[in-house]
Each structure stands twice: as C-alpha cells, then as structure tokens.
C-alpha cells in the first residue's frame, strides 16, 4: 500500500495532494457528525460532505494512478489534472459552506443565494466534464500506455462520462424528493429502498473508473482475456442503463 502511495504522489502531486486533503476532510467530517447535532432532510448536515470527500479522494487518486499510462501527452494532462483538482476543491468547499450554514447543497434554489450557490456548483461539475471528456480523447485516441489496464481505464472513463449525463438528468427532471416521506431510504447512501433513484446510476457512472479497473486486476489474477474484460464493461454497461431506466420511474 505505501508503495501505491507514493506511485500516486510521482504520477499527479497535485491530484495526490488533492486526494489525501479530502480522506483528511471525510475524517473531519465524520467527527463533525457526532458533535454537531443539526440536520437537513433527516440526515445530519455533515453526511453529504463526508460522502463527497470520501467520493472525490477516491476520484481524484485514481485520475493520479490512471496518469502513470500516459506516455506521450503528459504536459497536456498534467494541466488537465491540475483542472480537475481546482475543480473538486470549489465543489468540497461549496457544499461544506451549506452544511456550515444548516442548509441543503444540492437543489436548493430558496433563496437568491442559495440557488447561485447550487448553479455554480453545477458549472464546476459540468466544467470537469469537460475536462475529463478531453481526458478520455487524449487516452484512449492520442496515447498508447498502460497496455495491460488500458481497455478497462477506456471502459472506466466512458461510464463516468455517462453517469454525469444521469447527473444531467438529475438536475433536469428534479431530486427525488416527492416520495422521500413515503419510501425508506438506505443508510448513508440516502437512495431510496425500492431503487426507483437516478442517484444509483449516477454513482454506477462515476464509480466506474475504480470498479472496471479492479475487475482488470481480478481477472489478470485469475485469468487474462482481453475480451473478458470487454463483456465486464459491456455488462456494468448494461446495469448502468438499466439503473437509468428504472430510475425514471419514480
């Protein structure tokens, strides 16, 4: 593990920094919860901070760990990750400064401020989209690294991308919030029990990029076949717009 680490820290400093800084903040967090007693929509104010440290720690070192297979375009995606990490610390700072405030980050629109604070937190995530849409063109187009990875990091990033289309849709049709009286939602996740909930897709989406790379890693254990990992990508695929689908229907 300590090697792996300090891989991360040569590959991307600054998404490794950005990493460690958000696992240091989800521990903050967590410690918050059991002080601070105040809660939004029943849950304490500090869960949906924690959730997205934890999220974007584990995003960001995995973009540190997907730049070891860049080659060739590494000036290019050195300032795309540069990019990424600006873009994840306004996120982690915006959605701290509501739950300081007692108040909801995400769709709350009650106020002037609060809804300018939920569009800008909207632009910086459609911003790094963008970003990692230029990501995913330089590796899977331009650069030829990471043989051994390179097919499940290319499915990876191709299901991010899509689970940010289910956070599109999320801000388009509304948070599911119109039966969160009526339906028992899980613990810690908050997604509803009868998963009729775009929030499960967007989070198959953006989880992605660690769940096909580590099926690489079993499968290479196991047994390396190329096309093997082709029917895993397909498969989570599947489930990712199947999560979609259903979730439409709540």
């Not at 809660?39 to 997907?66: N, Y």
């Not at 629109?109 to 063109?137: C, E, L």
């Not at 119109?178 to 339906?183: C, G, K, L, M, R």
Request: glycine residues 8%; positive net charge.
């Amino acid at each position: 593990m300590k090697a792996f680490i300090r891989l991360l820290y040569h590959q991307s400093g600054v998404l490794y920094y950005t990493g460690l800084i958000h696992f240091v903040l989800a521990v903050v967090f967590l410690l918050l919860m059991g002080i601070d007693s105040r809660t939004v929509q029943l849950e304490s104010v500090w869960l949906k901070p924690f959730r997205f440290a934890v999220s974007i720690g584990l995003f960001t070192w995995t973009f540190a760990w997907f730049t070891g297979f860049v080659q060739k375009y590494t000036c290019t995606i050195r300032i795309l990750n540069g990019m990424i990490a600006t873009c994840m610390f306004i996120e982690i700072i915006l959605i701290s400064m509501q739950s300081v405030r007692g108040v909801d980050s995400h769709f709350n629109v009650s106020t002037s401020f609060d809804a300018t604070v939920f569009s800008i937190m909207g632009g910086v995530i459609g911003f790094n989209a963008i970003v990692v849409t230029i990501w995913f063109i330089v590796y899977s187009f331009l650069e030829k690294g990471g043989e051994g990875y390179r097919s499940s990091v290319i499915w990876g990033l191709l299901l991010f991308l899509l689970g940010n289309f289910s956070g599109y849709l999320l801000t388009r049709y509304g948070w599911p919030s119109t039966e969160a009286e009526t339906i028992q939602n899980m613990p810690l996740t908050d997604w509803k029990m009868n998963l009729k909930d775009l929030r499960i897709s967007h989070a198959l989406g953006l989880h992605a990029i660690q769940v096909l790379p580590l099926c690489r890693y079993v499968i290479g254990r196991l047994l390396w076949n190329r096309v093997m990992v082709h029917f895993v990508g397909v498969t989570y695929g599947i489930v990712y717009v199947v999560a979609v689908i259903y979730g439409f229907l709540w």
